[in-house]
């Protein structure tokens, strides 16, 4: 190991520039115009693991953004790591937020990253997080210290639902035999305080349209006689929680599984400052289901939140209009038992039934997954908690996200391998959000435990 870390010392300058320069490309998977720039993106991927010594590399089409494979072989008989990843990123929009272009890279120094972050759309989620995969295997290579097999599964669509994913997968069974799946799509507590996620939410997103009137109508001729969709539309929302920030939609928690409060206890031992959480955040008070704790909210409990809405005269300047249609993306994070399809005909039987004469609702569903928990007595885990230890010298801390990674379950389905989660990106990051950066700190260890990892995995399964 000690070849190999040199090697990461020795070449941080050159994997910070590789990152920068795939970090330039704009991968949108949401956003038709970027088609080209998503393809240069699997390009350059596939180049990279050429580059650090797979020989076997393909880019492999799809009915949307393409798959990047990889592998290297070292001895059929030794065990098999699949490194999973994305290349795709989301919209950059409110573009005027960021202050620096969202794929022109930078270095800036931030009070949680003093060494440094490197600002760009995807720093984080998860072309950072991803690459750090690459440039590990290519210290392992250069240095003949690659201990076991690794094959590389890397889309193009992760943040558009990986429609395709599931497609592949279960076309190339064969191709994707490995012996554990190994992501980095995720975060941990601290820079001082490692963890590794055991649990995800799963996902039910939908969009709603609201029609009202034939056409948009004079407010001061209309008003008052027919229904607005967009006050209509907003006044449904808000019916969606009580005063309790409880979710309404009935059978909405007839599958979710409490936790006992010797579990809850166990998760409030994680370090966590409601304070610091506001003050990151500019808020004066946290908001949230009553009878749970902030941490509990983001992790165990399920969710329903607006993530868009629209409609009418949004230009400058006033337009007097009643708008003939109101529209809403809405997302649902859901825990262990909740099914994302029944949880979708939930809500749009009940969004439905609720909607007032004088309006049409029409619910379409978009894409969702199903929610995650990961043992912590298995071999992957145990040798991820002792990679992590090797770099951090603490033992990291199992923590359940509250985000969703909807392919997890679908690698266990289609398969029927386990994921490792080993996340090196932080809740402060702003993934999603202007302006999203992750520490250089971060990428770094992320290359330095990763090799760990493979060590410590092939070791405990001979």
Not at 329 to 351: C, D, G, W, Y
Not at 398 to 408: D, L
């Amino acid at each position: 190991m000690k070849e190999t870390q040199h090697y990461i010392s020795e070449n941080r300058e050159k994997f910070l520039n590789e990152l920068v320069e795939l970090l330039k490309i704009p991968t949108i998977s949401a956003d038709s115009a970027y088609k080209n720039d998503v393809l240069k993106g699997a390009e350059k991927v596939a180049a990279f693991l050429k580059e650090a010594g797979a020989d076997v590399v393909e880019i492999c089409e799809t009915a949307g953004h393409p798959i990047v494979y990889g592998e290297k072989i070292i001895d059929a008989t030794l065990p098999t790591v699949l490194v999973y990843g994305h290349y795709d990123v989301q919209p950059a929009d409110p573009i005027d937020l960021w202050t620096s272009p969202p794929f022109e890279p930078v270095i800036k120094e931030t009070p949680i990253h003093p060494e440094g972050a490197i600002f760009a759309r995807g720093a984080c989620d998860d072309k950072g997080q991803m690459f750090m995969h690459v440039k590990a295997f290519e210290a392992m290579m250069k240095t003949n210290q690659l201990p076991c097999n690794v094959k590389f599964m890397i889309e193009g669509e992760e943040e558009v639902g990986s429609s395709n994913l599931g497609i592949f997968c279960k076309a190339n069974k064969d191709r994707l035999k490995a012996d554990i799946i190994l992501v980095s799509d995720t975060g941990m507590l601290g820079n001082d305080t490692p963890s590794i996620t055991t649990g995800l939410r799963g996902l039910s997103y939908v969009e709603v349209e609201v029609t009202g009137p034939n056409r948009d109508l004079h407010s001061g001729l209309y008003g008052g006689c027919v229904a607005n969709p967009i006050n209509v539309l907003t006044k449904m929302i808000a019916s969606l929680h009580d005063e309790n920030n409880h979710i309404t939609i009935p059978g909405f928690y007839a599958d979710v599984v409490e936790l006992s409060l010797e579990e809850r206890a166990e998760m409030a031992k994680a370090p966590y400052s409601e304070e610091k959480y506001k003050q990151a955040l500019d808020i004066d008070a946290v908001y949230g289901e009553a009878g749970y704790t902030t941490p509990e909210r983001g992790s165990i409990r399920p969710t329903l939140d607006v993530n868009g809405i629209w409609g009418g005269y949004t230009g400058e300047g006033a337009k007097t209009v009643i708008a003939s249609k109101a529209f809403a993306k809405i997302s649902m994070r859901l825990v262990p038992n909740q099914e994302p399809e029944t949880i979708t005909e939930l809500f749009a039987k009940h969004f439905e039934s609720i909607a007032p004469a004088g309006v049409r609702v029409v619910v379409n569903p978009h894409h969702g997954g199903e929610p995650v928990v990961t043992p912590i007595d298995s071999i992957a885990y145990k040798s991820a908690a002792k990679a992590y230890e090797a770099t951090f010298g603490k033992t990291p801390i199992p923590v359940r996200s509250g985000g969703s990674i909807p392919i997890i379950a679908l690698f266990e389905k289609e398969l029927g391998l386990k994921t490792v989660m080993m996340g090196f990106g932080l809740d402060s990051d702003a993934i999603h959000s202007p302006n999203e950066h992750y520490g250089l700190f971060n990428y770094y260890k992320g290359i330095e435990t990763i090799p760990y990892f493979f060590h410590y995995f092939t070791e405990a399964m001979k």
